[in-house]
């Protein structure tokens, strides 16, 4: 049986870092993989950990937290501390210690193992964890799935019946080269209509979209575009049970809300219930209301036509410039 052991910060894990665990993971029996955090580091540690976890499910996963010496100049006995750390955190005997960097070799040396260094040039995946805090969107192919969503931004498109949101999500997504999150709540109420709302629907459409959401962002681009979200879906549970309770929770808020208004004419495809004008500005101003009460980040957007996704490119790229470079247009 051999075994393996390799150490980073991994601040954020990416394409390069998960090359080299599944290497080394591939030439032992049983991989051992000590996630460094310190505090005050940029990224968190718990999260770091938790990634390594996800994209290493066969390693384990060690999570190192305590403040000590970070290079041999911070400590006459910086390399005693970490043979010391290493022996601690893996008790047994070490076929081979991994890595990408030179330390590598003094490393094995205090841990009576072999060294074996793994790709220095950074020639398969040339990036670092550093490049991608500065510009993530820059390096977002580099970027591991379960990674992603840390640094995505989240967009709904909202606002009552009618209003074009589905055509606009689906545009923005083109434009921006990312996927879109269709509205659940849709779906939902082709098998719920003939038999009557119950508080229940709510949350299990609010919980279900939540999922579909989670399971797309891997797979998105920086910017996650949401064809409504949790927080409409409570409007809809006020004016469809004619109450003024709330039963699901909006939370997490979107980082950004694109409040579409009513200036497009109501039309009906079999699945809508806001015929009446004045049922639907009533759920215009609830809905207005709540993203108040929430705070949340809010721009409406009024025009019509081209100008409408004109518009709200434009709202999106101010809020969230380093992450809006489209990869085609539809301009």
């Known amino acids: 049986m051999t075994r393996g052991f390799l150490l980073g910060k991994f601040m954020p894990p990416h394409q390069g870092h998960l090359f080299m665990c599944q290497t080394a993971a591939a030439l032992v029996d049983h991989l051992t993989v000590l996630v460094c955090t310190l505090p005050d580091d940029p990224v968190p540690g718990p999260a770091r950990a938790a990634w390594m976890m996800q994209l290493l ?3 384990r996963i060690i999570h190192f937290d305590k403040v000590v010496p970070q290079a041999p100049a911070d400590h006459p006995d910086f390399w005693p501390i970490w043979q010391n750390i290493c022996q601690t955190a893996h008790p047994e005997p070490l076929d081979f210690v991994f890595g990408s960097e030179p330390y590598v070799t003094r490393l094995a040396a205090c841990l009576k193992t072999r060294p074996v260094i793994l790709d220095a ?3 398969a995946f040339p990036t670092s964890a550093t490049a991608i805090r500065t510009d993530p969107a820059a390096h977002w192919a580099m970027i591991p799935g379960p990674v992603r969503a840390y640094y995505q931004k989240r967009i709904a498109v909202v606002g009552a019946e009618s209003t074009g949101k589905t055509t606009l999500t689906a545009a923005l997504a083109t434009h921006f080269g990312t996927v879109y999150m269709p509205e659940y709540g849709r779906s939902y109420d082709t098998m ?4 009557g709302w119950q ?25 996650l ?3 409504t979200d949790p927080l409409q879906t409570g409007i809809w549970e006020q004016t469809l049970l004619n109450t003024d309770q709330i039963t699901t929770t909006p939370l997490p808020l979107a980082d950004l809300y694109l409040l579409l208004d009513t200036g497009l004419a109501w039309q009906d495809d079999g699945t809508r219930y806001l015929g009446d004008p004045v049922a639907r500005e009533a759920f215009q101003t609830r809905l207005t209301a709540q993203l108040t009460a929430q705070n949340a980040n809010v721009i409406p957007i009024t025009d019509t036509g081209p100008a409408r996704l004109k518009t709200a490119i ?7 410039p380093t992450l809006s470079a489209p990869q085609r247009s539809v301009l």
């Open 192 to 195: 719920q209509r003939h038999i």
């Open 199 to 223: 508080p229940h629907d709510f949350q299990r459409i609010a919980t279900v979209h939540t999922a579909m959401r989670n399971a797309l962002a891997p797979q998105a681009g920086p910017l």
């Open 57 to 59: 499910p066969h390693a």
């Open 314 to 320: 434009a709202a999106i790229t101010f809020a969230f």
């Open 225 to 227: 575009i949401e064809d």
């Open 121 to 123: 040039d950074r020639l």
